[in-house]
């Protein structure tokens, strides 16, 4: 599938200096609108949410740990707007190989049933985001799996394509990789 996340510059922009403010993982939703084009889809970002420190139950260097209600509020943010949401993150310091770590991949899996009971079906993406790499992935239809996004294109004032790292679908690169994670 020729699945892509289209996000407009000035959202980028403000989603980069609010995820590498610091040392800690920081946390955002995008809203966006699924348009099924060329046998795959493509995720139009509308508007974007930034999750603020109090919204989290645990915010440390390396995990991250949302309120329920936080994660109730953002829910209804998208219900209303009637778009997809997409859980973005970062992971400060990963530089030009960002992965999503194994506690990534266990609670963003649980969080896509939830959205896909929240939202009424529409896809679900999840993204992390490095200072200088991305990677990304999507549910939708029957939410089965995780599938590929092939593309992130940031558009507008600059324009940008990035390429996911693939991490979700590639075995990890000897223990050590996710020893912060375990």
């Given amino acids: 599938m020729n699945n892509n996340i289209i996000i ?11 995820f590498f403010q610091n040392e800690l993982e920081q946390g955002a939703f995008l809203f966006a609108e699924a348009k099924h084009e ?3 889809l493509n995720l139009v970002v509308a508007d974007c949410y930034l999750v603020p420190a109090s919204g989290w139950e645990v915010q440390v260097e390396y995990y991250l740990q949302m309120k329920d209600s936080e994660r109730a509020k953002i829910m209804k943010l998208a219900r209303e707007k009637t778009l997809c949401a997409i859980d973005c993150h970062s992971h400060p310091r990963a530089c030009d190989d960002v992965w999503f770590s194994p506690s990534d991949v ?3 899996t649980e969080f896509a049933q939830y959205a896909k009971w929240k939202l009424g079906g529409k896809p679900f993406a999840a993204m992390v985001w490095g200072e200088q790499s991305i990677d990304a992935v999507l549910w939708q239809d029957e939410f089965s799996h995780a599938e590929r996004v092939v593309r992130v294109n940031i558009c507008g004032s600059t324009n940008q394509t990035l390429i996911p790292t693939g991490s979700w679908f590639r075995a990890p690169k000897g223990k050590h990789r996710f020893a912060l994670y375990e």
């Fill in 38 to 40: 060329n046998g795959g």
């Fill in 106 to 108: 266990a609670g963003i």
């Fill in 8 to 18: 407009p510059s000035a959202i980028a922009e403000t989603l980069r200096r609010h």
